[in-house]
């Protein structure tokens, strides 16, 4: 009898997610983290913005971003995943055009009813970039700033979701929209 190798892809998503979450409260950043290594993306991009409550510290920097790799990874190993996300150092809003792929989005609280789910922008792609904003959400300025640099404002649905909450709703969202196009 001979038995096939697995396929090497079988625990990576089809689509390359891209989180960009502000960075809020440590536990709950740290499981945003555990949960988007977990839920397949496949890179991390803190960023600080206007509203967030929790601020970058440069003496904790290095051992703050350590962390956060351990974290993910043993997230990833817990989960037999193939590749360990990568988690970058922080940045500010203004950096995260850097950071773009095939489809990139801003989730915001104000965009429903007036544009597309989250869902419908990120059908069938292959890589796609998620901006969530803090605790405070997204100013009306940083809202315009990300349109500028290329960003779609989403909506989650009608429900204000919690900045680590609309984290992991939105990387569930892309990885199960892409992989069942995929299928």
Request: proline share 4%.
């Amino acid at each position: 009898m001979h038995v096939t190798a697995p396929d090497p892809r079988i625990n990576e998503p089809a689509v390359k997610i891209t989180l960009a979450p502000a960075l809020i409260r440590r536990e709950k950043f740290e499981l945003v983290l555990q949960k988007a290594a977990e839920l397949g993306v496949s890179r991390i991009v803190p960023f600080e913005s206007s509203r967030c409550v929790v601020h970058a510290k440069k003496e904790k920097g290095e051992r703050q971003l350590s962390r956060w790799q351990d974290i993910v990874k043993e997230a990833a190993e817990q989960c037999k995943r193939n590749q360990i996300p990568v988690v970058e150092e922080i940045c500010s809003l203004k950096d995260l055009g850097e950071f773009k792929s095939e489809v990139n989005c801003a989730p915001y609280e104000n965009a429903y009813g007036t544009s597309r789910f989250l869902s419908d922008a990120v059908d069938g792609r292959k890589s796609i970039t998620i901006v969530i904003g803090p605790e405070g959400g997204f100013s009306e300025e940083e809202i315009k700033q990300l349109q500028q640099m290329g960003f779609e404002a989403v909506t989650l649905g009608s429900r204000i979701l919690r900045a680590e909450t609309a984290s992991l709703y939105a990387a569930a969202v892309c990885s199960e929209v892409c992989e069942r196009k995929q299928k």
